[in-house]
Each structure stands twice: as C-alpha cells, then as structure tokens.
C-alpha cells in the first residue's frame, strides 16, 4: 500500500465524482446531480494522510527552554527535569478508513511515553501525528503500531506505549450489525540501551 510521500498521484475531483456516480448507478441508484462530486470532495479529505508526511509535526521542546513553546502548546513542568521517570500522556479522537469494506472506523487513541532527556512533543503536535496516520485506508492494529513507531521516532522516549479504542462501520452498518462492540489494540515500543533513532 502507499504511504504518505511515495508516487504522490495529483487528486482529480472530477474524474472521481463520475466513478462515484457509475458506481451508484451500477447499484440500481442514481444521485443527485451535486451528489457524486460532494462524495469526491469528503474522501480526499478523509484520505488526506496520503498527501500529508506526519514527520512535518515532530518539532520537540526541552523542557527547561519553556521560551520554544508555542502559545498555544498545553504543557507541564516537572519538578526535577533530569529526572527521566517522568510520562505524558495525551488523549485524542481519530477517524480512520477500514481497507476492507472502506467504511469509517472512530475511536480515542491514548498516546503515552517516557520522556528522555527532558525532550517532548507539543499536545497538538501528538494529535496531528495521529490524525495524518489515521487519515488513510487503515487497519486498527497497523494503525496503533504507526502510531507508537512515530512517536519513538519523533522524540526517541525511554518508552511507548498507544492504545486504541474504536468502534467499526462494518460491524455496525453490515455483517453481524452490532452497534455495541469496540475493538482495543495496544501497540509499545521500549527503548534499548543500543537504540539510536
């Protein structure tokens, strides 16, 4: 599969609007005029990780420079910085695509990490990794996984760990039409003693 950065393909909104409508049609439907071109333009949107690189978020702060923070960057001041016990932990919603039936999987994702030599990542910046992972046909282990793999690399932590929490539209939607179940994946990442990222 593609990633973000690799034959990057220009997005062609028209060319896509008039498969959406063959593909409806195909199905014993015909949409509104507007229909097949607003159904083009939320995909690229939804897909848009493919044309986003989330390495471009990865600016971290040294905690005792507090002068690097962005305004509007949440933060937290430990009481030793050359303590390395110290976490973070941050919460955030995500929307990703299943490559299997191509329908919407939703959930929180929980990123947490050691932090190393006082370096961290602005709140936001987590946030913006996730999404532009999640922003993809996606699986949500190989996604959790991402996930982790970028935050060790974006601020080489003592550790990692990501959890998500998600709820699939194939399952709700099709299939065995439960609306109650969730799917949990845990992804961690430990830093050794030879590990230079």
């Not at 990865?58 to 976490?87: V, Y």
């Not at 490559?99 to 994702?109: I, S």
Request: aromatic letters at 10%.
């Amino acid at each position: 599969m593609a990633q973000a950065g690799e034959n990057p393909v220009t997005v062609n909104l028209h060319g896509a609007a008039q498969d959406f409508r063959n593909a409806f049609y195909c199905l014993g439907i015909r949409l509104p005029e507007e229909t097949p071109y607003r159904i083009a333009k939320a995909w690229a949107e939804m897909l848009a990780g493919y044309r986003q690189d989330w390495r471009q978020y990865c600016k971290t702060f040294k905690l005792d420079d507090i002068d690097q923070f962005d305004g509007d960057e949440p933060f937290f001041i430990p009481l030793d910085f050359s303590q390395t016990n110290h976490q973070v932990e941050i919460r955030c919603s995500f929307v990703s695509i299943c490559e299997h039936h191509v329908l919407p999987f939703e959930g929180e994702a929980v990123v947490r990490y050691g932090i190393s030599d006082g370096h961290v990542l602005g709140a936001s910046k987590v946030v913006r990794i996730v999404q532009s992972l999640a922003r993809r046909l996606q699986l949500q282990e190989r996604l959790t996984a991402e996930i982790a793999q970028a935050i060790a690399e974006a601020v080489n932590p003592m550790w990692v760990e990501v959890e998500t929490v998600a709820t699939h539209a194939c399952i709700r939607c099709r299939g065995v039409r439960d609306s109650s179940a969730e799917m949990r994946c845990v992804a961690t990442w430990q830093r050794h003693q030879e590990d230079t990222l």
